[in-house]
C-alpha cells in the first residue's frame, strides 16, 4: 500500500512538473517575461496611485516600476518625491528611532527615480546609514538594506561598508546560510544577503576572496534549500516572495536562473514564480491566498532584474541608468477636480488655520473644521437651503456650513442638527475629508469594501471601534496618505486637535497637487 501511494505521488509530482513547464514555457523568452511585466506593472500603478514613505504600497513599489523599465508618467516619480518631503517633514526627518532600514528603503527608492537622496527636501538621509552602531542595532537586516542602499545612490566606497561586509560575513552559518534570528539559515535573508554582497565580490578589478568564498557557500546553501517544485518555504510558509528574492540575487550575482543548482526536476525559479500570478492581479504570497501588494512588489522586482539582466542591463540595484527626476508636478490640480475649486495655495499646514484662534494642541469645533476645509478649496454657495436647526443666519460659521452642505461635505451629525460647537471626531473628519477629495479628483477610481478596510485598519489596535460609516473613509485616508499610520490607534470618536485637523488638509491638498 505504501509503495503504491509513493507511486502515485511520483507520478502526481511528474504530471504538476509537466503542467508547470507547459504553461510558462511562453514566460521563458524576453517577450513573454515583457508581457507579465507590463500587465503586473498596470495593476500595481492601479493599487498604488500615490505612493510615499510606506513598507508596503509605497518605495518597493517605485523601485520595482522604476526598474522595470515599463513607460511611466513622470507625474508618478514626483509625486512620490512631493508626498515624501511631506512625510519627511511631518516627523522631521526621523523615519525611525532604531530601525535604520527605513531609511536604506527610501534611499532605494529616491535612487530609482534619479532623486538625490543627500537632499530630498532638505532631508540627508545618507547620513543615518553612516552610522554603523545605529545601523545594525536591529541585527543583519540593517547592513543588508544600508550596503544596498549605499551601493544604489553611489556611495559603495564609504568606509563604513567595509564595516557592514564583516558585520554580514560573520553572521553567515556553518551551512553556508544566513538567519533573520535564531540559529537556522531561511532562504529569505540568505538570499538578500547574496544581493548586498554581490557588488563586492569584486573590487578594483581584484576579486575579494573572503567575500567571494562566503557567496559561493551561501549558494549552495540556497540550492539545497530549494524544494522539488522549484520554490523555498521560509517561516512555515511556502511563498512567492522567497523566490524573488533568489532571482534578484541570482541575476545580481550574474548567475543565470536556468544553472543546474536552481533547476529541481526541471522547473526554474521562475517557473516556480510563475505559479503565484494571477493575469490582471498581480501575485500571490501563498498559493490560492489571492492577491498580495507586498508579493506583488517583490515579484516585479524579481521580473525586472530577470528581463534586465537578459537585455544586458545592469542589475536592478545599479542606478546609473536611473532616469533624471523630472521637474515639479503642477498645482492647477488633478485631472477631474470640480471646476469650482479655486485653492488658495497654502504652502504649510499652518496656513489652514491661519485666520482662526484656539491652541494647536486643542479640540477642534466641527464649525472650524468645515470652515477651514471650505476655504481650503476656494469654494463659496450663497444659494441652497439646509434644515439644520441648530445653525443660525447669524453663525459666524453659517456661510461655510451651508457652503459645505451644497458641496455634499457634510450631512449632519443628528436628526437636522449639525452641533456646530461639537468638537469634531478623528472619523467624522475623515469622512469630510474623504467627500472633499472625490472634489478634487484625488483617489478617483479607489473603493474599500469589507475586505479592503480591514486591510487597511487592522493594524491599529482599536480598529474594531471604528464605526460602520466611516470605515471606508478612514481607510481611504490612510491608504492614500491624509493620515499617517505611525500611530498604534485611531481614537476614531476622539476629537481631533487642530494641528492634527491641519495636517489632514494640508495633505489633501499636496496629494491633489493644489498645494503651495
Known amino acids: 500500500m505504501r509503495k503504491t501511494i509513493r507511486v502515485c505521488l511520483a507520478v502526481l509530482l511528474a504530471l504538476s512538473v509537466l503542467s508547470l513547464q507547459a504553461v510558462f514555457a511562453a514566460a521563458a523568452g524576453v517577450d513573454g517575461l515583457a508581457e507579465i511585466i507590463r500587465d503586473t506593472s498596470s495593476f500595481l500603478i492601479e493599487a498604488v496611485p500615490y505612493p510615499g514613505i510606506e513598507q508596503v504600497a509605497g518605495d518597493w513599489a517605485v523601485f520595482a516600476l522604476l526598474r522595470a523599465g515599463v513607460p511611466i508618467d513622470d507625474t508618478y516619480a514626483r509625486g512620490y518625491f512631493d508626498k515624501a518631503v511631506g512625510q519627511l517633514e511631518a516627523v522631521r526627518g526621523v523615519l525611525s528611532p532604531v530601525r535604520y532600514s527605513e531609511y536604506s528603503r527610501v534611499v532605494i527608492a529616491m535612487a530609482s527615480i534619479g532623486a538625490d537622496p543627500r537632499d530630498v527636501g532638505g532631508f540627508d538621509l545618507i547620513e543615518p546609514l553612516l552610522d554603523y552602531d545605529m545601523t545594525v542595532f536591529q541585527g543583519i537586516n540593517g547592513p543588508i538594506f544600508a550596503l544596498l542602499a549605499l551601493s544604489a545612490a553611489g556611495y559603495s566606497h564609504e568606509p563604513v561598508t567595509e564595516r557592514y561586509i564583516g558585520y554580514i560575513l560573520s553572521r553567515q552559518f556553518e551551512d553556508g546560510g544566513f538567519a533573520l534570528s535564531g540559529s537556522v539559515s531561511d532562504p529569505d535573508t540568505t538570499s538578500m544577503a547574496l544581493t548586498a554582497l554581490s557588488a563586492y565580490v569584486w573590487r578594483d578589478g581584484e576579486q575579494q576572496v573572503d567575500v567571494a568564498d562566503a557567496v559561493s557557500r551561501a549558494l549552495e546553501r540556497l540550492s539545497r534549500q530549494q524544494r522539488a517544485t522549484g520554490g523555498f518555504t521560509s517561516f512555515s510558509s511556502t511563498n512567492s516572495e522567497s523566490v524573488s528574492q533568489a532571482i534578484i540575487a541570482l541575476t545580481c550575482l550574474g548567475v543565470s536562473i536556468d544553472d543546474e543548482r536552481f533547476v529541481k526536476n526541471g522547473v526554474s525559479l521562475l517557473d516556480n514564480l510563475l505559479s503565484y500570478y494571477i493575469k490582471g492581479r498581480g501575485f500571490e504570497h501563498e498559493l490560492g491566498g489571492g492577491t498580495s501588494l507586498m508579493a506583488t512588489e517583490q515579484a516585479l522586482a ?81 444659494q441652497v437651503v439646509f434644515s439644520f436647526l441648530d445653525v443660525e443666519t447669524d453663525d459666524p460659521f453659517f456661510d461655510d456650513i451651508r457652503t459645505a452642505y451644497a458641496y455634499g461635505l457634510i450631512i449632519g451629525r443628528f ?44 493594524q491599529f489596535t482599536d480598529y474594531r471601534t471604528v464605526a460602520p460609516w466611516a470605515g471606508g473613509a478612514l481607510a481611504f485616508c490612510y491608504y492614500i496618505g491624509i493620515l499617517d499610520d505611525f500611530e498604534l490607534e485611531i481614537k476614531p470618536s476622539g476629537s481631533l486637535l487642530m494641528r492634527e485637523a491641519a495636517d489632514m488638509i494640508y495633505n489633501m491638498l499636496e496629494l491633489s497637487r493644489l498645494g503651495g
Open 302 to 382: 524579481a521580473l525586472a532584474a530577470l528581463w534586465r539582466q537578459r537585455m544586458g542591463r545592469c542589475d536592478i540595484y545599479d542606478m546609473s541608468d536611473a532616469p533624471a527626476l523630472s521637474g515639479e508636478v503642477s498645482k492647477d490640480g488633478l485631472p477631474g477636480k470640480h471646476p469650482d475649486i479655486i485653492a488658495p495655495g497654502y504652502s504649510s499646514p499652518g496656513d489652514v488655520f491661519g485666520g482662526f484662534s484656539g491652541l494647536p494642541d486643542g479640540p477642534v469645533s466641527r464649525s472650524q473644521f468645515v470652515a477651514a476645509l471650505v476655504s481650503s478649496l476656494g469654494l463659496s454657495d450663497d
Open 415 to 458: 436628526d437636522k442638527a449639525f452641533d456646530p460647537a461639537g468638537f469634531v471626531t478623528r472619523q467624522e473628519a475623515a469622512v469630510m475629508v474623504s467627500r472633499a477629495s472625490a472634489l478634487c479628483g484625488l483617489g478617483a477610481g479607489l473603493s474599500f469594501d469589507d475586505t479592503a478596510i480591514r486591510n487597511v485598519l487592522s
